[in-house]
């Protein structure tokens, strides 16, 4: 049974649709970025898994369970960081983790201090002066507190220094070595993905364009630098790239699947030298959230599911 499993999930406030049929579904012990521009729905898509939004229409379950009727055993194996943590801001740091401490029966408080400790958490301040930065990491402290089986992170170290965002990643990293433990986040800090995380899931459109291994899409997607002995033509095209840009005799393409065949044939065609290139998590990103990838992507799932099902059979 998978952690987290939505289903064709639409989500709408008003006239504007935000998740326009959003489906993914996360086993146990992945560890999964979740990434996509301003206003693609993350932090839309999160609440609705957590049940802190109703969908509209679609099917949405933690543990096996509808989300908007998660049961108190449910919502003990989970934590959660949202982008803003908000807390009352009369009290100290030490009555509201003590307070939250209450609300599990698994609460770890010695390890609750020895993250507090780590991470330079002020025990003795009131929440009100509390710069971004050192509330992130209360609630962080908070989510973790109760070792949860599942966490999900909006934007979790965004008001972190760089030292505190490896230190808290280091974190997760030691959290999910078991395999035992599933993690969600989105985060506009690319770099730091590609430290912890298993799987990337892109959100498009309202839809979840790409869900994949971490590994296996760094393999697959690739830049083709071609340089041809005449001028390129403006109508060069390339059979499923993302994207093309030509000057003169030179020609970048972002294909969404590396295939010989192609390199092969561009070279023969054009009288060309095609060299490969390794993308960052970064271009990568910026090559499958461009309007023409989204159609590209979609293809080769498609393509990928209907392989497995015929590997199935």
């Known amino acids: 049974m998978p952690v987290i499993e939505s289903r064709r999930v639409v989500k709408s406030f008003g006239s504007q649709a935000v998740l326009r049929g959003a489906s993914i579904s996360i086993e146990k012990g992945q560890v ?3 990434l ?25 379950q933690l543990f096996g369970e509808e989300s908007w009727n998660l049961s108190a055993s449910a919502k003990s194996r989970l934590g959660y960081v949202p982008q803003e943590a908000k807390f009352y801001s009369w009290m100290k740091v030490r009555h509201v983790v003590d307070y939250w401490g209450t609300f599990y029966a698994n609460w770890d408080k010695a390890w609750v201090n020895e993250l507090m400790d780590r ?6 301040q009131r929440i009100g002066p509390l710069s971004p930065g050192q509330l992130q990491r209360l609630a962080l402290v908070i989510a973790l507190g109760h070792r949860p ?40 800090i690319l770099s730091d993905l590609e430290r912890v995380a298993s799987h990337i899931a892109i959100l498009v459109d309202g839809r979840i364009a790409c869900f994949e291994e971490l590994d296996g899409l760094k393999d697959r997607v690739k830049r083709l630098r071609l340089r041809s002995s005449r001028e390129l033509p403006q109508s060069f095209a390339v059979p499923g790239a993302m994207r093309t840009s ?17 390199i092969e044939s561009l070279e023969r065609t054009w009288d060309a030298e095609v060299k490969i290139e390794d993308l960052s998590l970064e271009e990568i990103f910026l090559e499958l959230s461009g309007p023409k990838a989204t159609s590209t992507i979609s293809d080769h799932l498609v393509m990928q599911g209907s392989r497995k099902r015929g590997e199935t059979r």
Not at 36 to 60: A, Q
Not at 247 to 258: H, K, N, Q, W
């Open 246 to 262: 030509i000057s003169g005799c030179d020609a970048l393409i972002a294909v969404a699947e590396l295939d010989e065949s192609l």
């Open 149 to 188: 089986e599942l966490l999900i992170l909006d934007e979790p170290v965004a008001s972190l220094d760089p030292l505190g965002r490896r230190e808290t990643l280091r974190q997760l990293i030691d959290l999910t070595q078991d395999g035992e433990h599933t993690v969600l986040f989105s985060t506009h």
């Open 36 to 60: 996509g521009t301003n206003g693609s729905g993350k932090s839309t898509l999160i609440k609705c898994l957590l049940g802190l939004l109703n969908v509209n229409d679609g099917d949405v």
């Open 32 to 34: 999964v970025g979740l």
């Open 119 to 124: 991470w330079e958490v002020p025990r003795e």
